[in-house]
């Protein structure tokens, strides 16, 4: 039913486009107008269609919790006296019945005899809603429209006024944008400090044992409840220190490819084929990682281990063989293939910023390509390629999916990348999967780890916009 009153505002919003041009036109024939009949008609759309918007929005918004306590209001007694979550699964059935399906659950007398009726009601009562809403926002929008057409005429300002709407529209986009960030900051924050009142900043920051099964009784066995956050940390570190040395070389010396050596039309279609692999899903390079990286790493080294077995390397050669498909290596290697195409594409922006004049002056003095690359070209856009290396780093520590497929789930202070590690992401969606109580610390713990991972991932990026402003070069 919405839809249809907000096809029918976009209709009106049209015609009163056409109509205050057309109208504006008309009136300023012969007179010297402040404004033009298109912005004309953009005020006059504007005065249709926001007011008759927001009054549909809050038909929408607010017709839900009305229907609740009409439906509450004219319920029988017998349904009125059940316990509140059966009265709801009550009415929820109801309304599926007034929209002709049928209910999720079998009642039995009275309420199966009381369902059609209720049903009925509870249909009544959505369309009533719907329409007196829609035919609000009809309402509305017809007054606008008659606001706006009395005011067109060549003195008014029409411009400056749509240009006043369109501030209204920026600056309400901008402190979403801003209240979001405040809000995530705040619930971070919150639950955190409801963490730490039952686990010491110490133990979480410095302890390394990591076991956040709480237990539910005094007698039960395996439930330490210890929060030492340390193994995630270096989990992490490790997984993020492989997937950089992965995408940092290859990255790099990619983007030197592409802006210093490759043709027009090498260039054309090697960068779109590098840039592809950014818009690869990181489900399915999880998925790549745990049936085609992760079986082929086991396969090379459980050979390597048996080559070395019974010789003098036969305590490696034996560890070899027990290396599984699972490890950091294989996380770390996956990731930085999905960092590659954010290193090359940053870094070859940034060295193709680098002015053309350096790159003929070094030639004029006799320098080769490849010096110019290393004498020139690389020193003058360091402090961009630093800033792309950190947003990489940054972007690989909150990485989640690769690591939850690849990288395993046990907790160890290792770094070791033939290991199975745990990350700080992947303990963060682990511990809020499933039904969950918020009031213990194992769920908090998350908030912990959220609020951490921000704080990190914060600094890397003033980090890395502190080195492009303190060590960026102007050039003429």
Not at 60 to 88: D, K, W
Not at 187 to 210: H, I, M, N, Q, Y
Not at 386 to 413: H, Y
Request: with cysteine.
């Amino acid at each position: 039913m919405i839809w249809i009153f907000l096809l029918l505002l976009i209709g009106f919003s049209v015609l009163a486009y056409l109509g205050g041009r057309r109208l504006a036109a008309r009136r300023s024939k012969g007179v010297r107008a402040h404004s033009r009949p298109g912005q004309h008609g953009l005020y006059a759309l504007i005065w249709v269609g926001v007011p008759a918007l927001v009054v549909l929005a809050a038909a929408s918004i607010f017709s839900a919790p009305l229907e609740r306590q009409m439906l509450a209001a004219g319920a029988p007694e017998s349904v009125t006296q059940l316990e509140p979550f059966r009265r709801e699964a009550f009415f929820s059935d109801a309304r599926r019945i007034g929209d002709g399906l049928e209910a999720q659950q079998i009642w039995p007398a009275p309420y199966a005899e009381e369902l059609p009726a209720e049903g009925r009601r509870a249909h009544s009562i959505s369309s009533a809603l719907s329409w007196g809403g829609g035919v609000a926002a009809l309402i509305a929008a017809i007054l606008g429209g008659v606001f706006v057409f009395v005011r067109i005429r060549p003195d008014l300002r029409a411009r400056n006024k749509v240009e006043g709407w369109i501030s209204v529209v920026l600056f309400a986009c901008s402190a979403v944008a801003v209240l979001t960030t405040v809000g995530i900051i705040f619930s971070l924050v919150w639950d955190s400090l409801r963490f730490f009142a039952s686990v010491p900043v110490t133990e979480f920051l410095f302890g390394t044992k990591w076991s956040p099964q709480m237990a539910i009784r005094a007698d039960q066995i395996g439930s330490s409840g210890a929060f030492g956050a340390v193994p995630l940390f270096a989990g992490t570190f490790l997984i993020m220190l492989i997937a950089m040395l992965v995408a940092g070389p290859i990255g790099l010396f990619s983007a030197i490819y592409l802006s210093e050596y490759a043709g027009r039309r090498t260039r054309a279609v090697v960068k779109p084929l590098l840039e592809v692999l950014a818009g690869v899903p990181t489900v399915v390079y999880g998925f790549f990682a745990a049936l085609t990286v992760g079986p082929a790493f086991r396969v090379f080294f459980n050979t390597l281990g048996g080559w070395m077995a019974g010789g003098p390397l036969d305590g490696v050669g034996q560890y070899l063989l027990l290396v599984q498909n699972q490890m950091a290596l294989v996380a770390g290697a996956v990731m930085g293939i999905m960092l590659i195409p954010f290193v090359s594409s940053l870094s070859d922006d940034i060295m193709n910023a680098v002015p053309q004049s350096l790159r003929d002056g070094s030639y004029a003095m006799g320098a080769t390509k490849s010096e110019t690359v290393k004498k020139v070209l690389l020193p003058a856009a360091l402090p961009g390629i630093a800033g792309a290396f950190l947003l990489a780093v940054s972007r690989a520590i909150g990485e989640t999916m690769i690591v939850t497929m690849a990288a395993g789930l046990a907790a160890k202070l290792t770094l070791n990348p033939l290991d199975t590690v745990t990350t700080v992401t992947v303990q963060i969606v682990t511990l809020l999967t499933g039904d969950q109580e918020f009031n213990s610390p194992k769920t908090l713990a998350a908030f912990g780890l959220g609020l951490t991972l921000f704080v990190v991932t914060l600094l890397l990026n003033i980090v890395a916009m502190r080195i492009v402003q303190a060590y960026r070069e102007q050039y003429d």
